[in-house]
């Protein structure tokens, strides 16, 4: 039969169609069904254009300064059209690079709309894929408005991340709802790009995932370029007109009415779990909407496995590319390691960056854990100072009795790549000593990784 | 030509040897087949042989000196041959694995400057650093546990695993006097059996399981079995049987099958370490108690399986029991009743046998084989009397269970049985 494979994916973002590629190196034949471009959300309308806008947006940034560096780059003009064709064309190549681990892994790929059926089978249009050994959901989220508070969004005035990766031109002003990952990185791009940001959050910090230390040194270092920031602040009615759109916001008892130009809804996303066939296939929900799986990722219907966005936070490409590859090898007969999701890197991509990895301080006081946090600030950082990069630091919670990493948060220029040393620490179970004792190239960002481990010992050095 | 002397593997299981004693000294002519040396194995001190006719040369192997299987302790040269230079020293083996905690727990202490930098083996404890400072805290031995991480390596989790386990199988049996005139109540507990969430939990076999399963296994057939026999004095068991169905009358009736299968499930209960599966890498000990009943069948025999036995009451058990038999001899049951047992009864009590050993039911760890009561003499309190007795006949898969652990459950079993008002504490 031809459309018969031993697995059929149903998605094909960073979670499905990683999932595709391991389970045909372990020689399983694949299909992964798309029904837009392969590398889904996070190449197309995600992770990767963000990135590339993110960068000319420091570029912006960097010649302002520059100056001050020996390099006098004039007047700077910035075009945010010029910078959103950059980025597609990024997205556009890594799309075409993720077609072409398709082909390369002989991976069979159907455009179009999946829906489960019964027995294994997805249906596609008027053609039924038959899995042999298994079905992978990976159909991952999409942003959601607050039609609540008269929020819907409406592609011209209330948008979303879908609508700004797009425009033209950068608003004159713009009202950013939800201060996580992604309305700090917009909220970066478009002010660097010359657009008045109001910045919003209901909960009382911005970044409120992240270290309360992380968060409050963001929130200064926005306030200090410009960006309004309002923690702890409720959107009660949100009214669109034809270009514009009035927010009246509820903080600190006061209520302000905000005019913008439009407003990001940035609060949240919704999984891809409507019209695709899971209670035709006897596969359930968890009361918050995920697909429930067990530790092994199988829903509650054998021969079906849900990863990524869909089977729960936290809704990170990076933690849906595990899931994929363990999944196919579990499929595979193998016994892969259990995926560790107190281990879970966490990074938003703003100036300066934000990584993080394990518990925040906060969690360290509740959970009542004995702990020892070291510091080390980047001003106190040579590399940093050369590069004029000294905002932020690293802050690594250490487990008083073993010396354990329990959690580990970094502000700071190229954050995103520094946590890294610190996550493999914590897979293998290292503690700060280990840390400490791995020799660090001098000048680099990372010797402040080895002196915030000396610092939780007590033994700082350059401080 | 020059004949080398191996170290050999003079047991099956042996990995390395300790010289004794040399029989025989440099330069001494020797013959094939006289003993060259006293060798100390994982079992017994042999004797090293030699497998040729010359002179014995270059004795690299010290007396004391512990060496791998295959090492060269010697050579045996030829007369009048001249060898070359000494053969290089053998390479002491690891220190032998058990009784010493401190090594691999401690990651900071040097290796002994003498040992020259060995590749990892299978001897050497592979544990995260984190795991190590634990274990030296906690004063575990890594050994001991098992490792999930990369290449077995011992992580945080494995040991906190390790100590759960630890508490769940080997629950202390409360100590008993060892002369009692009364009998002996089992250690008080409540009528409503506490469990764990779960159904069972696996436990990842130790390096020492693994080695006693593949060494039992190897000696004595797929299932290591050993057996403990105990006699049981049924006269308050028949006592309270006769009452019980006196005040049922017409409601039903309670066989001692139905007392011996609660007092099983019961014990069961409190000794969770015999209530388990061998699962070739792993143990999974069950926190649920499911009792398989051997039952005669015209051509054969079936177990099935009374759920949750320990939770269930003596007419619930009897009840089930009963329609379980009629459904068994009828060839009416159902896949899902005759299997997921967690231990079994075999009862031919019925069929006038004293004593008998029955065959473990795979991959339960255990089965008690249970013979008729008998009336015979016994002593009580000084006095010869006539008793009704019973005995009770526990088969072990010593992979799981060892003689202490069977002992133990089975000292349960018999209080209980002995004295059946403590099944109600």
Redesign the interface.
């Known amino acids: 039969m031809a459309n018969q494979f031993d697995v059929i994916v149903l998605g094909g973002g960073p979670a499905g169609y990683v999932a595709a590629i391991r389970s045909a190196q372990l020689g399983m034949s694949t299909a992964v069904i798309e029904k837009e471009k392969l590398g889904g959300v996070c190449v197309n309308i995600g992770c990767i254009p963000t990135k590339a806008l993110l960068h000319s947006a420091y570029i912006a940034t960097l010649l302002r300064e520059a100056k001050e560096f020996g390099v006098d780059a004039g007047a700077v003009k910035t075009d945010y059209g010029v910078a959103m064709q950059r980025s597609r064309r990024v997205s556009d190549q890594s799309s075409k690079g993720v077609e072409f681990l398709m082909k390369k892994n002989k991976i069979t790929v159907a455009k179009g709309a999946g829906v489960l059926q019964p027995g294994r089978k997805v249906k596609v249009a008027n053609d039924v894929y038959e899995a042999k050994k298994a079905v992978i959901i990976a159909t991952g989220s999409r942003v959601k408005g607050l039609p609540q508070i008269g929020l819907e969004i409406n592609k011209t005035t209330v948008i979303s991340s879908d609508e700004a990766l797009f425009l033209d031109k950068a608003p004159p002003s713009l009202a950013i709802i939800g201060a996580g990952a992604v309305g700090m990185e917009f909220a970066d791009i478009f002010h660097a790009f010359g657009t008045k940001v109001t910045l919003i959050e209901a909960l009382p910090r911005i970044l409120p995932l992240e270290d309360a230390e992380a968060a409050d040194t963001l929130a200064k270092s926005y306030k200090k370029r410009g960006i309004d920031v309002i923690a702890g602040a409720k959107v009660k009615k949100g009214t669109p007109g034809k270009d514009r759109v009035t927010l009246e916001v509820e903080a600190n008892g006061a209520t302000q009415t905000l005019d913008v130009a439009a407003a990001l809804m940035a609060a949240g996303r919704a999984v891809n779990t409507e019209g695709i066939g899971l209670s035709e296939c006897g596969i359930q929900v968890t009361e918050r909407g995920f697909i429930k799986v067990d530790q092994a990722l199988q829903t509650t219907a054998p021969g079906y496995y849900a990863i990524g966005d869909v089977a729960g936070p936290p809704m990170l490409a990076h933690k849906g590319s595990r899931e994929g590859v363990c999944v196919s090898e579990h499929i595979a007969g193998k016994k892969p ?1 259990p995926i560790k999701y107190d281990n879970v890197p966490s990074v938003t991509y703003c100036h300066p960056e934000v990584a993080s990895i394990g518990l925040t301080e906060d969690q360290c006081k509740e959970r009542k854990l004995d702990y020892v946090a070291g510091r080390f600030p980047f001003s106190a950082n040579g590399r940093a100072r050369g590069s004029g990069e000294t905002e932020g630091f690293v802050k690594i919670l250490r487990d008083k ?4 990493i329990l959690g580990a948060h970094i502000v700071g220029a190229h954050a995103s790549e520094l946590i890294h040393e610190l996550a493999v620490a914590r897979e ?4 700060v ?2 840390v400490e004792l791995a020799i660090h190239a001098h000048p680099t960002m990372s010797e402040a990784v080895a002196e915030a481990a000396l610092d939780s010992l007590g033994r700082v050095l350059h401080v | 030509m020059a004949t080398s002397v191996y170290m050999e593997a003079l047991s099956p299981t042996m990995e390395e040897g300790r010289v004794v004693k040399w029989h025989k000294r440099d330069g001494d002519p020797v013959k094939a087949g006289e003993t060259l040396a006293e060798v100390e194995t994982d079992k017994a001190v042999m004797d090293l042989v030699a497998r040729a006719d010359g002179v014995l040369r270059q004795v690299s192997a010290a007396e004391g000196q512990t060496v791998p299987v295959g090492s060269v302790v010697a050579v045996i040269a030829a007369p009048g041959e001249a060898v070359g230079a000494a053969a290089p020293a053998p390479q002491p083996a690891a220190a032998p694995a058990a009784g010493t905690g401190e090594r691999g727990a401690v990651p900071s202490d040097p290796a002994p400057a003498a040992t020259p930098a060995v590749p990892a083996d299978a001897t050497r404890v592979r544990a ?4 190590r ?2 274990a030296r ?1 906690q004063g575990v031995d890594l050994e001991l546990v098992a490792g999930t ?2 290449g077995g390596r011992v ?2 989790r494995d040991l906190e695993t390790a100590e759960r386990a630890h508490v769940g199988a080997a629950r202390p049996v409360a100590a008993q006097p060892a002369v009692q005139r009364e009998v002996p109540l089992p250690a008080p507990r409540s009528s409503v059996v506490a469990r764990r969430g779960t159904a069972y939990e696996d436990i990842p076999l130790t390096q020492i399981r693994k080695t006693i399963a593949r060494r039992l296994a190897a000696s004595l057939g797929p299932i290591p079995h050993f057996f403990l026999t105990t006699e049981v004095d049924m006269e308050r068991a028949a006592d309270a049987r006769g009452a019980l169905n006196e005040s049922l009358g017409e409601r039903g009736k309670v066989s001692f099958n139905d007392i011996i299968l609660k007092a099983t499930a019961l014990a069961l209960a409190q000794h969770g370490a015999c209530n388990a599966w061998f699962q070739e890498d792993h143990i999974r000990y069950w926190n649920e108690v499911h009792l398989g009943m051997a039952v005669a069948v015209e051509d054969g025999l079936i177990t099935p399986v009374i759920r949750n036995a320990d939770l269930k009451s003596l007419t619930e058990i009897g009840r089930e029991a009963k329609e379980l038999a009629e459904k068994a001899r009828t060839r009416r049951l159902q896949p899902a009743e005759y299997t997921g047992s967690t231990f079994s009864v075999s009862n031919l009590g019925m069929f006038d046998i004293d004593q008998f050993t029955a065959v473990i039911n795979p991959p339960e760890a255990g089965i008690i084989a249970v013979g008729s009561i008998v009336q015979k003499p016994a002593a009580v309190d000084g006095t010869l009397a006539p008793r009704r007795r019973m005995r009770v006949t526990m088969s072990c898969d010593h992979r799981v269970i060892d003689g202490a652990t069977g002992a133990s459950f089975l000292r349960t079993l018999k209080q209980m049985l002995e004295n059946p008002l403590a099944m109600l504490l």
């Open positions: 390691h009795k073993y010396g354990e293998n179970e290292y503690t000593e280990e | 995260s650093p984190l795991a400072r634990m805290d991480g990369p992580t945080k």
